[in-house]
């Protein structure tokens, strides 16, 4: 085998790996066309990644070498940095704070070349707050590729009308400033009601989709159903946070329905995000108090979670290149 021969081997190889490690690069701008999510060559596209937990409750692990980590070591396409809203220490109390939470996630995620949700993590609608909020981030990120809007976590006691009126205010607010990013809008009932979004989507704007959460401890083929449901009449989906256990957080991993629930959002290629990271006394949170702030994460750092998603994320990254 000559020398140039050997040169070029190598160097394909190089490229191989260099796109498998920034996903951003590979994909560029996203966009939504019908109910896929697509990149900048027209390729339907899917992210699967980690959200990071609640800011004003675990505030250490908000800062990017813990986004590299996750991109790097687990893999991850996409991070979701969960600012809270409502609670104390939230962004209602302490906006610049919280701000400076959420915004070493998006550096960090633009430094890995990975996509990230930038998720306002109500459960409660702020209309006046949010408008500023996402007014600012859009005015500072929206010429990167790598952001994704979600405008509302998990929309409680409102009505879809209620959320609907709530998203299009917002998405009129974003899209001043940026055209073209993703939008996420919740759905009713801790985004379980996705059938009534299919009913009566949000018209007039582009690069829109609609967020599904489920634990599949709790929701297993009912809530697939609706979301078959909701596809069908034309509903573009992306699950922006889910787990194997129940809705509380806690209980026994169900293996056999979170893998239903991978299986199907594989099958419809639709992107998967898994809450999270903190290291809360709990089942979904994936990692213990000893683990570092900044990643660098051994297994004997992780709970069952936390193993078991990565060596879900590691497998996905593998099928995608």
């Not at 687990?74 to 701000?99: L, T």
Request: aromatic share 10%; net charge negative.
């Amino acid at each position: 085998m000559n020398l140039k021969l050997i040169s070029s081997l190598f160097l394909g190889l190089f490229l191989i790996l260099n796109l498998q490690a920034q996903p951003v690069k590979k994909h560029g701008n996203l966009s939504v066309k019908g109910t896929q999510l697509t990149d900048e060559h027209g390729n339907a596209t899917v992210l699967n990644g980690i959200s990071y937990g609640w800011h004003n409750w675990w505030p250490r692990f908000y800062n990017k070498e813990s986004v590299k980590w996750l991109a790097t070591d687990w893999k991850c396409s996409a991070v979701r940095a969960a600012m809270g809203i409502e609670p104390n220490g939230g962004y209602i109390s302490k906006p610049d704070w919280s701000k400076e939470k959420i915004e070493a996630v998006i550096d960090g995620a633009i430094e890995s070349d990975i996509y990230v949700l930038i998720d306002w993590h109500s459960h409660g609608l702020k209309l006046a707050e949010a408008k500023v909020f996402f007014a600012e981030m859009a005015t500072k990120y929206g010429k990167n590729p790598h952001v994704i809007y979600e405008l509302y976590n998990e929309p409680v006691k409102d009505s879809w009308q209620q959320v609907k009126d709530y998203s299009i205010e917002l998405i009129k607010t974003i899209r001043a400033i940026d055209p073209d990013n993703v939008i996420l809008v919740g759905s009713p009932h801790w985004d379980q009601d996705i059938h009534l979004v299919a009913d009566d989507p949000i018209v007039g704007f582009s690069n829109i989709m609609y967020t599904c959460h489920f634990y599949a401890g709790t929701h297993g083929k009912s809530l697939r159903d609706r979301c078959d449901y909701a596809i069908k009449k034309g509903c573009p989906i992306f699950i922006s946070e889910s787990a194997g256990m129940e809705a509380s957080g806690n209980g026994p991993i169900n293996y056999t329905e979170w893998q239903n629930w991978i299986d199907w959002c594989e099958s419809n290629k639709i992107s998967l995000i898994s809450w999270s990271i903190a290291d809360k006394n709990e089942t979904c949170s994936m990692l213990t108090p000893k683990a570092s702030s900044e990643g660098n994460w051994k297994e004997a750092d992780m709970k069952e979670s936390g193993i078991k998603t990565r060596e879900l994320l590691r497998k996905q990254a593998e099928k995608s290149n």
